[in-house]
């Protein structure tokens, strides 16, 4: 199983020197990849429900000032020789689709191919109104369409495509992308539109565990959306076992509730053996990736918390 960790695109630790200081040391510490998530604006007045908080509410302290996510993603590339770079996740409709497969097939090109394009297809209403995206009632069917399209410009000397969302032909993009036929596309979300979407178009799947309307926070949880994903998986007419599997871990440790929803232990909780022991379930389930939600509002505290769950959570399993 591979681990990765939280890059900031907002808030202190995303300043310059602080990103670049966490970034390579957190390299060095031997964590395989780094995520990056994505905003374009923050509206002052949100209406939209967050998906991963029991109150619905944005976190305050999202509200930060924010870099822009591919742009972060590039300059982490420079800085890194190692690290796979995981958009987690890119909201697919806020940007064009042309432009976006050009931008990331670059990033994958310029990284040596260290690129995971981790997608979702949003949330966050007032976000898609404010910077121009397509109709937010549309984006699901944006999605998939930018998806295919994507596909279709990484991988055809001469691509071309025609869609309700986007239409191209007689154009040539180029250099493709270094990981062959293209960067992994990793599905985020917990819905039934999202496993639908992972079925037939991922080649993983990205839940978060926290999500009040699709909770995942027992191993019992787990394992049921994963049989879900797979009958879903051999419906699209692929191999059952086709997509791979990914999980992110907000929080851990002794500090959140023992019990999940279900009355069953919640995954990562208790004592560094109890974690260590749901790391080894999820890895004989095919979890091949595991990226943790640090706590540290220094980039002192956030490696030594790196280091800590390392030594004594990671040498366990």
Known sequence: M???FNAPTAGPLAETGQLTRLVVEGEALGYDYATFSDHVVIPT?????????????FPAGARA?????????AYVAAKTQRLRLVLSVMVVPHRPAVLTAKMLSTIDVLSGGRLVV?????????EFEAIGAPDFAARGKVTDEYLKAFVELWTKEQPKFAGDHVRFDNIVLAPKPVQKPYPPIWVGGESGP?????????????????????????LARFKAGVAKLRALTEKAGRKADAVGLALRCTAYGESIPATAG????????????????????????????????????????????MQRFKKDVLALV
Not at 66 to 73: D, G, K, N
Not at 194 to 207: F, H, I, K, N, S
Request: glycine residues 12%.
């Open 118 to 126: 981790g997608i979702g297809a949003g949330w966050m209403k007032e």
């Open 45 to 57: 007045d949100i209406h939209a429900i967050y998906p991963y908080s029991s109150s619905g509410e």
């Open 262 to 305: 279900d009355g069953e232990r919640r995954l990562f909780s208790g004592k560094n053996a109890d974690i260590a022991a749901d790391i080894r379930a999820l890895e004989e389930m095919g979890v091949s990736h595991l990226d943790v939600g640090f706590a540290g509002s220094t980039v002192d505290a956030m490696l030594a918390e």
């Open 65 to 73: 000032e924010r870099h822009e996510q591919l742009i972060e993603v």
């Open 194 to 218: 999202a496993l639908r979407r992972t079925a037939t178009l991922g080649d993983a799947w990205y839940p978060i565990g926290t999500n009040p309307a699709f909770p995942l926070d027992s």
């Open 2 to 4: 591979q681990f990765g």
